[in-house]
């Protein structure tokens, strides 16, 4: 069963840097890739960024936005992702939720992550303002 629990929110100063945290169960990481998303206030849910499945090469992307700015990682366990915000701005803020892209182990088009997620988590409210 799928399930996520998603940490590391709160409020930053333009500029700074945050560490979100994905927990994973399932065996998520094993069979799909996973999804970093953001929902601003008055906007619809968007993905931000993307990492393949442990068994794939693992490979990452980014939403232009974010890219150059964000790191997503996973650990060798199988049971974490993070998400690694550097240089954040005030549009960086919103609720931040991690989903895995079923049936897809290698990631699609930033712009089309939106169709795979079945399962949310609570989500984590990141903040930035000085």
């Known amino acids: 069963q799928l399930q996520f629990v998603e940490s590391g929110g709160g409020l930053v100063q333009p500029g700074g840097s945050l560490r979100l945290s994905c927990a994973v169960s399932?065996?998520?990481?094993?069979?799909?890739?996973i999804g970093w998303f953001r929902q601003a206030p008055g906007k619809e849910r968007e993905g931000v960024s993307c990492?393949?499945?442990?068994?794939?090469?693992?490979?990452?992307d980014y939403a232009g936005p974010v890219k150059g700015r964000f790191t997503i990682s996973r650990d060798t366990a199988g049971t974490t992702v993070w998400l690694q915000m550097n240089s954040v701005n005030p549009e960086d803020t919103g609720h931040y939720y991690c989903a895995a892209l079923v049936g897809l182990q290698i990631c699609p088009f930033i712009s089309q992550m939106w169709r795979y997620p079945e399962v949310w988590g609570q989500g984590t409210l990141v903040t930035v303002s000085s």
């Open positions: 990492i393949s499945s442990r068994i794939t090469n693992g490979g990452t």
């Open positions: 399932g065996f998520a990481l094993d069979k799909y890739a």
